[in-house]
C-alpha cells in the first residue's frame, strides 16, 4: 500500500517518483479526497466529544434531581449527525484505498531511471562456453533424449504446460533439492512447504492483486488463486502480525510450483521451457529491519548468484531501471544465465527490496528494543532459482557433441552418482 504521507509531505517529489516508473497518478484527486476524509473524522471526533460531555451533564443532572429532557434530545441530534457522518467517512475510505492500492512502489535513490534501456550490468561471471560444433536448443537436446515431452505435456493441459520424463524428471528434481540444501545449509534460511492455492487477501498483500489479476489462475468455484510464486505465500505467513525485534531477521526458502497465464505474451517463445504456465522455483523471502534491508539485498543476491557459481554456469547480474521495476519493487538484480543453444541470455532470478511497502499492504510490523511502538518490516525476496529456464542453461551448457548432456558436478549426488545423460 502506497504511504498517503509520502504524498502529503511531498507530493511534487512523488510524482517524479512515478514519472521515473512510468505511471501517471492524479496525486491532487488523492489529496482532495483524504482532506475531505480527515474534515470528516475531525468534524465526527468533535461531535464525539460534545456527546461525552451531554452524557456527563445528563448524569451530573440525574444526581442532581433535575430534569435532563432537554440535553437527552441535544444528544440524540449530535448521535444522529455521528451517525450521518460515519458512511460518508467510510466511502472516502474505500475511494482513497482504491487510489492508494493502485499506485507502485517508488524506485530507491540507487536505481537509475528509464526503461529497459538503461539496465545496468552490474557483475558477470563466467564466460559463454566456445563449442566445437554447432550447439543445440533444449528442445531438440530433451527430444533426442526423451527426457522432456512438451506435445504431450501440451496434450494433457495446453501449452505452456511440461511434462518432464526419466532422467529429466530426476534432473528436475536434483535441481531443486540442491538449491534447498544450499540455502537451508548454508545460507540460514527456514525451509517451509506453503500452500499453492491462496485467496485474494494474501495476492493482494504482495501486491499480484489488483494489477496484475489478468495474469492469475483463478479458480471458478471458489475465492482462490494459484500461486504465480511461493513469495505470495511465504510474505503472507506474518500478514496481520506484530514480530518481536530480537526475531528479525527471518529467513524463509520454499520450493513450489508456480502458475501464470502469461497474458499478453502469446506468441512469444511459446516452445520449449523459456516460457511456460506451469514452472518449479525456489524461493528466498526475507523479513528485516528497515535500516539494514539494502545490506540484506545485497546478501540475498550473493546467495542466488552460489547456485549459478555451484553449477558452473555463466551468468551476468542487470540492475534494473526505474521503468523496469516490478510493481512493487524499490529495487531489483535480475541474474542472466546465458543459453547457447538459443543464444540468449535468460532472466532467471530477481532478487527485490520491497522496503515497506508490501508491509503496508499486508500488515506486517515489529517492536521491540528501541522500536516502541509497532513498525512496518521491509520485505525481499529472490528466485533461488526459477528452475525452467535453469533447465534451459544446464542442457545447453553442458551438452556434447554425441549429444549426451553432462550433469554438473553438484548435482550429482542428487541423480545417484549419475555424471552424464544419454540417449538410450
Not at 108 to 134: C, L, T
Request: charged share 30%.
Amino acid at each position: 500500500m502506497f504511504d498517503i504521507k509520502l504524498i502529503r509531505d511531498d507530493a511534487q517529489a512523488v510524482e517524479v517518483g512515478l514519472k521515473a516508473k512510468n505511471v501517471d497518478v492524479n496525486l491532487e484527486n488523492i489529496l482532495k479526497k483524504d482532506e475531505q476524509r480527515r474534515a470528516l473524522i475531525a468534524r465526527a471526533d468533535e461531535l464525539r466529544a460534545a456527546q461525552n460531555k451531554a452524557n456527563d451533564e445528563i448524569s451530573a443532572l440525574l444526581k442532581e434531581k433535575k430534569d435532563p429532557k432537554e440535553k437527552i434530545a441535544a444528544m440524540k441530534e449530535v448521535s444522529q449527525k455521528i451517525s450521518a457522518l460515519e458512511p460518508q467517512v467510510k466511502e472516502l475510505e474505500d475511494a482513497l484505498h482504491g487510489m492508494l492500492i493502485g499506485i507502485p512502489n517508488l524506485a530507491h535513490a540507487s536505481v537509475p531511471v528509464g526503461g529497459e534501456d538503461k539496465n545496468e550490468i552490474v557483475n558477470e561471471w563466467g564466460a559463454p562456453k566456445e563449442f566445437s560444433f554447432k550447439p543445440k536448443s533444449h528442445i531438440d537436446i530433451a527430444q533426442d533424449l526423451d527426457i522432456i515431452d512438451f506435445k504431450r505435456g501440451a496434450k494433457l493441459t495446453g501449452s505452456g504446460f511440461i511434462l518432464y520424463k526419466g532422467a529429466g524428471a530426476r534432473l528436475e528434481r536434483a535441481l531443486y533439492n540442491f538449491m534447498l540444501d544450499l540455502h537451508t545449509a548454508e545460507h540460514g534460511y527456514k525451509e517451509v512447504l506453503p500452500p499453492v492455492l491462496v485467496n485474494a487477501e494474501s495476492m493482494t498483500g504482495t501486491g499480484q492483486l489488483p494489477k496484475m489479476a489478468e495474469d492469475m489462475y483463478k479458480l471458478e468455484n471458489d475465492p482462490l488463486y494459484l500461486i504465480p510464486t511461493a513469495e505470495v505465500p511465504v510474505t503472507n505467513i506474518h500478514r496481520d502480525e506484530v514480530l518481536k525485534a530480537e526475531e528479525l531477521p527471518i529467513y524463509y526458502t520454499a520450493y513450489t510450483p508456480c502458475f501464470r497465464r502469461e497474458a499478453g505474451s502469446y506468441g512469444k517463445d511459446t516452445k520449449g521451457l523459456v516460457r511456460v504456465h506451469q514452472f518449479d522455483k525456489v524461493e528466498l523471502v526475507k523479513f528485516v529491519k528497515p535500516e539494514n534491508s539494502y545490506d540484506e539485498l545485497e546478501s540475498l543476491l550473493k546467495n542466488a548468484e552460489k547456485v549459478f557459481q555451484l553449477l558452473d554456469l555463466p551468468y551476468r547480474v542487470l540492475l534494473l531501471a526505474s521503468a523496469d521495476l516490478s510493481f512493487a519493487a524499490a529495487k531489483c538484480y535480475d541474474i542472466e544465465a546465458y543459453a547457447p543453444g538459443v543464444d540468449a541470455w535468460l532472466e532467471v532470478s530477481s532478487c527485490s527490496n520491497f522496503e515497506d511497502f508490501q508491509a503496508r499492504r499486508a500488515n506486517i510490523r515489529f517492536k521491540g528494543g528501541e522500536v516502541k511502538k509497532p513498525t512496518y518490516v521491509h520485505t525481499l525476496n529472490g528466485s533461488g532459482v526459477a528452475l525452467a529456464r535453469c533447465m534451459v542453461a544446464i542442457l545447453e551448457n553442458y551438452q556434447t557433441e554425441d549429444g549426451s548432456v553432462m550433469i554438473p558436478e553438484v548435482l550429482r549426488p542428487y541423480m545417484g552418482g549419475m555424471v552424464e545423460i544419454k540417449s538410450t
